[in-house]
């Protein structure tokens, strides 16, 4: 019997996805999001059921079709089948109003206060979920002085900055799952690329042959391709399914091996579409329109995929060349 499957407008002529042997029950929340809709179409090509939690079930249906349950409310899943993992991807866009006091609790509550419910909603379940896969950010790290090549790895701290204690509360939110028995393994992405997501907006001015540095352009971007970062949530699951897999929570940067610098990457991109790179943004009216959030996009962090690669993990883009090649 074929398992029917989610259609990936991505997929032509990428590998299947391996996730697990056995089929297992899935709950996903940010299920309609860049990320989200690609891994129920990965997840389900695998042979995995997925339930989506999410605030428009009409929406969430539409999209996906009858094979994939849509909630609003936690407690519409059915005790059986008990759900096996839980990947946990939603938040509000960061990218977007001022980092006033009440943006950033909306932040919060999207992140961390989700998470909270997820994690009391385990305690609820008679059979708990083995895994959880959280999402994070680079932004952990902070801000990583320009002119410093030093790498960031999984055992770098975070900062007094709110991006980076956004992370941090995430994270410990996700944590204490593990006090139910569930493996916690918390996602770092870095700047995904694929059909989708930021790299439209970001190739928009190279596109319109006006591209150029941003500020000093000397800060560094961390990135990943889509597929690479759907290849790497599927290698942490196996992992973390392992004999002697650690039972405590581990942090995964989701990044490329090949980090940039700002200038560089975009200048990558001109090339790659065959168009000039000259026009510079000054750093000023950037601040002045974003505050604090203006470290997303005028500060970075040189953030290695150390834990992927001491696994085996093997990239299929390494580099920003190919990576944007492939997606332009």
Not at 44 to 66: L, M, N, P
Not at 90 to 106: E, L, N, Y
Not at 182 to 191: K, S, T, W, Y
Not at 212 to 235: E, F, K, Y
Request: hydrophobic share 45%; charged share 15%; with cysteine.
């Amino acid at each position: 019997m074929t398992t029917p499957s989610v259609p990936n407008p991505d997929a032509a002529g990428v590998p299947a996805l391996h996730f697990a042997d056995a089929p297992q029950h899935v709950l996903l929340t940010g299920g309609t999001g860049f990320v989200g809709r690609h891994l129920v179409a990965a997840l389900r090509a695998d042979g995995h059921s997925v339930t989506v939690w999410t605030r428009d079930v009409a929406a969430a249906a539409r999209r996906f079709g009858a094979t994939v349950r849509c909630v609003r409310q936690l407690d519409e899943i059915p005790a059986t089948p008990a759900v096996d993992v839980v990947v946990n991807l939603a938040g509000a866009r960061i990218v977007g109003p001022r980092w006033t006091a009440a943006r950033q609790a909306v932040l919060l509550a999207s992140r961390a206060g989700l998470t909270d419910d997820l994690v009391a909603w385990i305690a609820r379940r008679p059979v708990k979920p083995w895994l959880m896969l959280s999402g994070s950010a680079v932004g952990y790290y902070g801000v990583q002085p320009q002119g410093d090549v030093a790498e960031l790895t999984e055992a770098s701290p975070p900062q007094p900055l709110f991006m980076s204690r956004l992370c941090q509360a995430w994270e410990a939110s996700a944590h204490a799952a593990a006090a139910h028995g569930v493996r916690v393994n918390c996602l770092r992405f870095g700047l995904v690329l694929g059909h989708g997501g930021a790299l439209p907006g970001l190739l928009m001015p190279v596109k319109m042959g006006v591209g150029g540095r941003l500020g000093t352009g000397r800060q560094w971007v961390s990135w990943i391709h889509l597929q690479d970062l759907l290849g790497a949530m599927a290698h942490v699951w196996r992992v973390a399914a392992t004999p002697g897999a650690p039972a405590e929570p581990q942090a995964w940067n989701f990044t490329a091996p090949e980090a940039l610098q700002q200038e560089d990457f975009m200048r990558t991109a001109a090339q790659v579409l065959h168009r000039p790179f000259w026009l510079p943004m000054p750093a000023t009216p950037v601040r002045l329109a974003l505050g604090e959030q203006a470290d997303v996009l005028l500060e970075g962090q040189r953030v290695a995929p150390k834990r992927l690669t001491d696994t085996g993990f093997r990239f299929r883009f390494p580099d920003a060349r190919s990576a944007l090649q492939d997606l332009c």
